[in-house]
């Protein structure tokens, strides 16, 4: 195995001593500090030199702990920042160097470091491999063929995630040719390293060191044969099916190790690892390659039923039973399985055995319903649930359904009759018993279901809302002898059917709801709060279906409950209720009018509250589209509460801009900028007060604020326009927010934001605020074409170019662009004609539109370009006659994907969002405005009639009876 020496240190030992000096500030307990040390290495972390000088500080075993950690973890930071950075990136000596010894550095490191390490590789694959990174696999063979299962088990944990990307890529030709690579290189050894974890398997059965380190290399095999299986079945394990399923058998045979388990209750051990591990990767042949595994089939259906059957109800087992669950499901799912469950006998005892044990509710999970709410609700309500045992039964039930729902239906209906039956016999006692029957009901009845909608196809023998009324609704009414788990079921039920549930019902069930809302059960008030949401959102045939009506008769006691419910014990960032918050102002919207002082002191209190130390992402952004959607509603009434929310808004805005508090800027930000765009001039001193603060470098860096600041400066352009720059101060801040454009128009990320900005810039600015300005902006834009065009650049440099000739009028437009380089506007003209059916977007089409015609309809351009008139008249005939460009913005687009920490990024404010401004929206009638444009310059210069080419003379007839003129 190759080892790491680390290279002779360039940067001397003073340069290394101050950054171990810098490393231990990062672990500074004072936040300023800590904060200081952090942004020094963000600014030196593109120096060449600097990764490997942090690898020769995490490998010195002279330096505290803290410190290698830390720096482990800024080599990991400066990765994924600067490795595909397109401003100071890492310099290409450090990346050779890093890629080349990337593997031994991480096994020379301490086990606390090799996560950061095994991140680092995966951000680098991400990027170089394999074109650009042909040293990995060499490496990797050299180092999995090692007698030392640490090593190997090292190595095979920063491999695993490099191919992670293949189980959910889209298929390609390029996708399949980087797969065919690795295996070409690791398919044969990864098999010779599994059958000699076997032999070792069977000759260290008493070892119970090197069985365990066994057994950990085997489960990262099964990981990665899992990421080179998922696409399509390689020929080489086709070819070796029989080796790999005989192991697999083996493994999932092995009887369980008490000394190989966790101290731990509730985590698997690696016996149960590698057995989970398998039923996945034999659920992928069942389902996909079916043909192929047709014959070993039998054999697992045989082992994992008595694995299932015997595995205890411990929460350390409950992925093994849940992947077996999926295993059985994929196998029933299947039309040329059914003879495997057609029995009737079959069907019982998978009900008996496995479905009804693994649905009902253990002690652990009453627990956690009691302590531990909301990892109750992410497994039991969100539908992220996959590895819980509740969940794999529920998919088993619908998997058997497939190809003999009527049969599942009448033998499973008799155990839920039995389950109720025990209910009854002692309700305080066997509450349990009824909420595993109303979960299999549940099981039976749901055929598909979405997101938005709630179920939306059923089991045609169940009816959902007689089922509702008989054995549910006296649990939604709630009471001293009602368990609150029944009352979280009649809640879900609820949540589930809405969609098939009679509106009058929903109707008559708000009211109760709203009362839940502050249940001392979290469970509960969290599934209230989701039910009023989920109810208030949902539509049919155009209409709410809580009625207005409903919703005003309780809106006082919905409000004061809900942000009642946010001070009880652990809802302080309780998503639920906010969200819940959120719609009720978006469903009433002027009707929270008479409560909006109430709203805005208990969301600036909450918003106090949570800025020290912020936890949920999703509930801070359903608390600022909150305040966006209080906003939007209630100032468009009363102009004079703009005041109100700035009065409770800008104290803690500032505390928290001045703390640097990054998580909410972008937030912040985004609000401001919608109070600002309401306002009419003088712009407020508060806002002014910011205004100097805002090309500041650091707001910027990280990209989270690039967007929303943007809109923030255009709203201060739009309102203040010359008064904002009009003494020497002022231009000092005009140069500074051309600075920002100069920045924006260089970065493909947000080049398009730099366009908007100019856009204002020219729009509310006189003429000679800009022009010495200009000849640099269009430089700058031609420099960034000519050097890194892209598609959506090039959109945005015809967009500009159009939007300059339509705001400034055609021969400024000319001169800006003659000004920059003698015969450039010759060049734009032809880059416009060319490609702007290309642009995208009305709007965006709309001004390329307008800003063509007022070109063509210009005397100085005919004279100038005469030759380009036909060509481009072609050209802006062909955009209008373009399909709409269809682009729908959900309202509620939010991205509610799971996040490794806390950290600032940019997530749109559905409910703040800016209008969509027109600066042609005089132009009604695009057709009118081409067919009178048409007439008029042609009545100057009638020769022009002839060039109009013949393939549009049609349509430009269209455009003149449109104006109701002639030629």
């Known amino acids: 195995v190759t080892t790491f020496e680390p290279s002779e240190n360039n940067m001397g030992d003073e340069t290394e001593q101050m950054m171990v000096e810098c490393l231990q500030e990062t672990l500074n307990q004072n936040g300023a500090q800590r904060r200081e040390a952090e942004k020094y290495l963000q600014s030196v972390e593109h120096n060449e030199g600097y990764l490997m000088l942090l690898v020769r500080i995490m490998t010195r075993e002279d330096i505290d702990k803290g410190v290698r950690h830390a720096s482990s973890i800024a080599f990991k930071n400066c990765i994924k920042r600067r490795w595909k950075a397109e401003e100071n990136p890492i310099a290409e000596a450090d990346k050779k160097e890093v890629k080349e010894n990337i593997i031994p550095i991480m096994i020379n490191t301490p086990d606390y470091a090799q996560k950061q390490i095994c991140d680092s590789i995966s951000c680098i694959a991400e990027v170089d491999f394999p ?226 044990p693994n649905m009902r509710l253990r002690d652990t999970d009453e627990e956690m319903f009691n302590f531990d709410p909301d990892e109750y609700i992410r497994r039991d309500m969100e539908g992220s649930d996959v590895d819980t045992r509740r969940r794999a039964a529920n ?252 009065e409770a808004l800008f104290p803690p805005f500032q505390l928290l801009i001045e703390n640097e508090v990054e998580e909410f800027q972008p937030y912040i930000f985004q609000l401001l900028a919608q109070l600002l765009e309401i306002r009419a001039a003088p712009i407020p001193q508060p806002y002014l007060e910011l205004f100097p603060h805002l090309p500041n470098p650091e707001l910027w860096e990280s990209g989270a604020n690039s967007v929303p600041l943007v809109r923030f400066l255009q709203a201060f352009i739009t309102t203040g326009q010359d008064s904002l720059f009009s003494n020497e101060d002022g231009q000092n801040q005009l140069r500074a927010i051309l600075g920002v454009f100069q920045k924006l128009i260089a970065s493909k990320r947000f080049d398009l934001q730099g366009f908007a900005l100019m856009q204002t810039m020219i729009e509310y600015l006189s003429p000679e605020m800009l022009q010495e300005y200009m000849s640099t902006v269009i430089q700058l834009i031609l420099t960034r074409m000519t050097k890194q065009k892209t598609a959506n650049f090039t959109s945005g440099f015809i967009t500009f170019a159009c939007f300059l000739a339509g705001v400034q009028g055609p021969e400024a437009c000319i001169q800006h662009y003659e000004t920059a380089k003698a015969g450039l506007f010759g060049k734009v003209l032809n880059r416009i004609a060319q490609d702007v059916t290309k642009v995208s977007g009305d709007l965006e089409r709309k001004i390329c539109v307008v800003g063509m015609m007022r070109l063509l309809s210009s005397q100085a351009f005919v004279q100038q370009y005469g030759d380009e008139w036909s060509r481009l008249l072609f050209a802006c005939v062909s955009v209008i006659e373009l399909p709409p460009d269809e682009h729908n913005e959900d309202e509620d687009d939010f991205d509610n994907s799971e996040q490794s920490g806390y950290k600032a990024k940019y997530v749109r404010l559905a409910y703040a969002g800016k209008a969509e401004y027109d600066p042609f929206k005089s132009i009604e009638n695009i057709d009118s405005f081409m067919g009178q444009s048409l007439h008029d310059i042609c009545s100057q210069l009638p020769e022009l009639q002839g060039n109009i080419p013949d393939d549009i003379a049609p349509t430009v007839e269209k455009y003149l009876n449109a104006a109701g003129v002639s030629l």
């Open 131 to 356: 074109e650009n990174w042909e040293e990995l696999i060499p490496s990797l063979q050299e180092h999995i063929s090692s007698n030392d299962f640490h090593v190997i088990a090292g190595v095979l944990q920063a491999a695993d995630p490099i191919f992670w990307k293949y189980r959910f890529q889209a298929r390609s030709d390029r996708l399949w040719a980087e797969i065919q690579y690795v295996i070409d290189g690791l398919a044969s050894p990864l098999t010779e390293l599994f059958q000699n974890c076997l032999l070792n398997i069977r000759e260290n059965a008493d070892n119970l060191g090197t069985m365990g380190d066994t057994l950990t290399v085997c489960e990262l095999i099964l990981q990665i044969f899992q990421s080179l299986n998922t696409q399509d079945i390689p020929a080489f394990f086709e070819d070796h099916l029989k080796d790999w399923s005989d192991g697999f058998l083996e493994l999932l045979k092995l009887p369980d190790i008490p000394e190989l388990a966790t101290t731990d209750s509730e985590i698997p051990g690696v016996v149960e690892k590698v057995k989970s591990q398998i039923s996945v990767c034999v659920s992928l042949y069942a389902q996909k390659y079916d043909e192929e595994f047709q014959d070993f089939l039998p054999s697992f259906v045989e082992v994992i039923w008595n694995l299932l059957t015997t595995t205890s109800l411990e929460m350390k087992n409950d992925y093994l039973v849940c992947t077996a669950m999926s295993f059985l499901t994929c196998v029933a799912s299947r039309q040329q399985n059914q003879d495997l469950f057609s029995n009737e006998d079959t069907l019982k005892a998978i009900c008996e055995q496995v479905i009804i």
């Open 395 to 646: 998919d088993l039930v619908r998997g058997l359904c497939t190809f003999f729902e009527a049969e599942v239906t009448d033998i499973f209906t008799e155990y839920v009759s039995t389950l109720f039956q025990e209910y009854e016999s002692n309700p305080s006692e066997n509450w349990s018993a009824k909420d595993c029957a109303i979960f299999l009901v549940t099981s039976l009845t749901v055929r598909s279901k979405t997101a938005n909608a709630g179920t939306t196809k059923t089991n045609e023998k169940m009816n959902v809302e007689d089922i509702f009324n008989s054995a549910i609704a006296n649990d939604l009414q709630g009471g001293e002898n009602t368990h609150d788990v029944l009352v979280a079921d009649a809640l879900k039920y609820l949540h589930a059917f809405r969609g098939q549930l009679s509106t009058e019902l929903l109707n008559l069930c708000f009211p109760v709801i709203v009362n839940h809302l502050v249940s001392d059960s979290n469970v509960v008030n969290s599934y209230a709060a989701s039910c009023v949401e989920r109810l208030l959102f949902l539509k049919r045939e155009g209409a709410p279906v809580v009625s207005a009506e409903t919703v005003q008769g309780c809106l006082q006691d919905l409000l004061t409950n809900l942000f009642n419910a946010l001070s009880l014990p652990d809802n302080g960032e309780n998503e639920y209720i906010m969200k819940a918050i959120m719609r009720t102002i978006v469903s009433c919207k002027e009707a929270v009018s008479e409560y909006i002082f109430l709203i805005i002191e208990k969301l600036s209190e909450k918003l106090l509250q949570i800025a020290k130390n912020p936890g949920n992402a999703r509930f801070t952004h359903y608390m600022f589209e909150s305040f966006g959607c209080a906003i939007r509603f209630t100032c468009s009434q009363d102009i004079s509460l703009v005041e109100k929310f700035e």
